[in-house]
């Protein structure tokens, strides 16, 4: 591409941004969690293992508040599992029966207990998936060199770039394409030097993103010819 510079963000730039809202997503999914651990619980699953179900060979048990949540019920139900069940020393039918319902119990305790962690993986792994989706999209149109139109940069914003520019590490300027009084935002990446107004840049179109159009722009090159 001749001089016609692309660097889009770093994956772990991004990752820096988007982390206070995907820990926002944790915080909001850990009321979910208490709320399916105290149905399952009141269905018969997940409850604390007595102390006396597999004695002698039982770990003590640990005393819960009925109004704990679901982070602290389950260490006390692993903090109450019974030995035998974890050496896979039972010594009867009985025993082995216990043992695999509380086996049984513990993965659906454990799979419950990771839904904030599934939640907060999801927003940000799945923002990253999506930034790294759209900047391959404009890296394909730089590369082709087939610009949507041509425009002088008319006012620059900077750090006011909107959210959109915010999270996928954006500056956006005001452009007015050649020739005509369309005026659109022009997003780069912030690792570019904010272009100078009536500095010409090539704008490509990066479709829908967030519900609205949005362009993407580099300096002009002379030998960037618009479609």
Known sequence: ???SRFNPPSRSRIAVRVFPLATFVFVLAMPVMDSVSRQLEAEGLGRVPS??????????VVVVSPDAGHFERTQAFFQ???????????????????CQGLWSKAWIMAGVASLPFLAFFLMLGGFLQYAGAF????????RQGQPTFSGRVSRREGLD??????FLGMNRVAVEAVGQRKQVWVYLPESEPLPLPGQTLSVFDAGKAWGKSRFFGVLYAPHLAVH
């Open 80 to 98: 109450s599992f019974p030995q035998v069940c974890l050496k896979g020393t039972e010594v009867n039918d009985l025993q082995r029966e216990r």
């Open 1 to 3: 591409m001749g001089n």
């Open 135 to 142: 900047y391959g999209r404009v890296r394909r149109q730089v």
């Open 51 to 60: 102390a006396v179900s597999l004695a002698p060979d039982a770990a003590p």
């Open 161 to 166: 770039r909107g959210l959109f520019g915010y």
